[in-house]
């Protein structure tokens, strides 16, 4: 579950640079991490002392990136980048040592020699996203990502020698095949809230959210063991508009990954790491709101209380879901979790509390005190999406049916997993696409709508990089294929 009451106190992220320079003196600051995001999604970032950053740095950027050298970027004949920081991002990392004491900022990425914005860097598709809602009349969207993760206690992988064999093993204390006689083994599908000390990772979580909280202005509201055997985690964020939100997705990701690796442990954000158990999910939930007001909700529609404004944007979201799959679930292993029977949606269909669809409208309460908290979740998207391009492109989505008054037709309310595919058919009902190969086709086909918000460079770099790892994938044996083949 996602929170949903709009943040108020915004303080950690509207800093000045003034005041960044002010805290960078007064806290004995040695060194800025400049972060900022590849095509993919990768956090990237590059080291300066404080003592070059200075008003040029926040003015003109910092130039020390070479862009051919970042997936999806440059090439080698135009690689000279900059790096911009936004002071609003400032935080002190809580795990610098005091004597090199180091803060980070998110960067936008500019292009050498006076070039202005490059035009591939995600962090500006979100930034032209929000100038486009605002374009269409509105003030504002706000965004709330459900991040899933698993955090394991070892992972081992080999595949640098193929002609020797290849495959992967996991461990975890919680796993259901854990046999040690040490700890209380979670079975497959049975990790949904569960007590201590069967769930293993409450200090881990806590402390996450304590470091999101104190250093880096990320407001949380509650943290759970997720669904899935072997240390599946949720943590729950308060929503945020379009770009801080984004920002604070990969803020999450950073401080997971960190935490985890001080207690000896590791996190990954990949969406299916277990077989026979649910994937990592990021349902993504959004509402467009003008003069502070929602306008997903209407008190009169007796369905879900959402306004005509609400449907278009399903309609949206509906038209363009297979399209949007190559952007929102962009690895191979994104398609080994939309599969039938582990929760993730793989219909494209829309209802309310009706979690087999892949949009929902939620509906826990009722009435105007509940005004605020209308939105809609759009569940295809995973903890592998490039944030700024999920987001993005949901929003072109969304305001593309708005724009073309799109019907999203009657709501689904049944367990569509549970239908006959002749009933699919006479619902209309679609699938999502079967492989990351039949979403890129998708998207490649279907890719109007993202044009006010992403380049066609952009759209183009990300087709290239998922396209490439397809091909590395498929060209691949793989160990399961032995067992089914090799008597053949």
Not at 47 to 72: H, M, N, Q, W
Not at 164 to 171: F, K, P, V
Not at 458 to 465: P, Y
Request: hydrophobic fraction near 35%.
């Amino acid at each position: 579950m996602v929170v949903t009451t709009a943040s108020t106190s915004g303080k950690a992220w509207s800093l000045t640079k003034e005041q960044v320079m002010e805290r960078i003196e007064r806290e004995g600051v040695r060194f800025i991490d400049l972060q900022f995001t590849d095509v993919p999604g990768k956090l990237q970032h590059v080291t300066i002392s404080t003592e070059y950053l200075d008003d040029a740095a926040f003015e003109e950027g910092v130039p020390k990136l070479d862009g051919s050298s970042i997936r999806g970027f440059a090439e080698i004949y135009e690689s000279d980048m900059l790096l911009r920081p936004d002071p609003a991002t400032f935080a002190v990392l809580p795990w610098s040592r005091d004597n090199l004491k180091t803060a980070r900022m998110i960067c936008d990425v500019y292009r050498g020699f006076g070039g202005g914005r490059f035009s591939r860097d995600p962090r500006l598709a979100a930034h032209r996203a929000e100038e486009y809602l605002k374009q269409q009349g509105y003030d504002l969207s706000y965004w709330g990502p459900e991040i899933e993760f698993f955090v394991f206690d070892k992972v081992r992988w080999d595949v640098a020698s193929p002609y020797r064999g290849q495959g992967y093993s996991l461990e975890s204390r919680e796993a259901a095949w854990n046999s040690d006689g040490t700890d209380y083994p979670i079975r497959f599908k049975e990790g949904y809230f569960p007590a201590p000390p069967q769930d293993t990772l409450m200090d881990f979580r806590n402390e996450c959210c304590r470091v999101l909280t104190d250093y880096f202005g990320v407001e949380v509201d509650a943290h759970h063991h997720e669904v899935a055997t072997a240390g599946q985690c949720e943590i729950d964020m308060k929503l945020d508009t379009l770009t801080r939100m984004a920002d604070k997705a990969q803020t999450y990701k950073y401080v997971a990954r960190n935490i985890a690796k001080q207690m000896g442990m590791i996190a990954t954000f990949m969406p299916k790491p277990i077989f026979m158990d649910n994937g990592s999910g990021m349902h993504v939930h959004v509402s467009l709101w003008k003069d502070g007001k929602n306008l997903f909700y209407d008190e009169t529609d007796s369905y879900a209380e959402i306004s005509q404004t609400a449907r278009y944007f399903i309609g949206g979201l509906l038209e363009h879901s297979r399209a949007l799959a190559a952007i929102v679930a962009p690895t191979t292993n994104s398609y080994r979790r939309l599969v039938p029977g582990y929760e993730a949606p793989i219909f494209i269909a829309w209802s309310r509390s009706n979690r087999s669809a892949n949009i929902r409208v939620p509906v826990y309460q009722r009435g105007p005190g509940s005004s605020k908290r209308k939105r809609v979740e759009f569940r295809t998207p995973d903890p592998s999406a490039n944030p700024y391009l999920c987001f993005a492109s949901m929003l072109a989505a969304g305001l593309d049916g708005v724009k073309r008054k799109i019907d999203p037709g009657d709501p689904v309310d049944e367990n569509i997993y549970k239908l006959t595919p002749e009933k699919r058919r006479e619902l209309g009902i679609k699938e999502l696409p079967g492989s990351l190969k039949e979403a890129i086709e998708s998207l490649q086909s279907d890719r109007e709508f993202l044009k006010p918000v992403m380049s066609d460079d952009l759209i183009d770099a990300h087709i290239e990089l998922a396209e490439g790892c397809f091909i590395e994938i498929s060209g691949r044996p793989h160990p399961y294929e032995f067992y089914l083949y090799f008597d053949v």
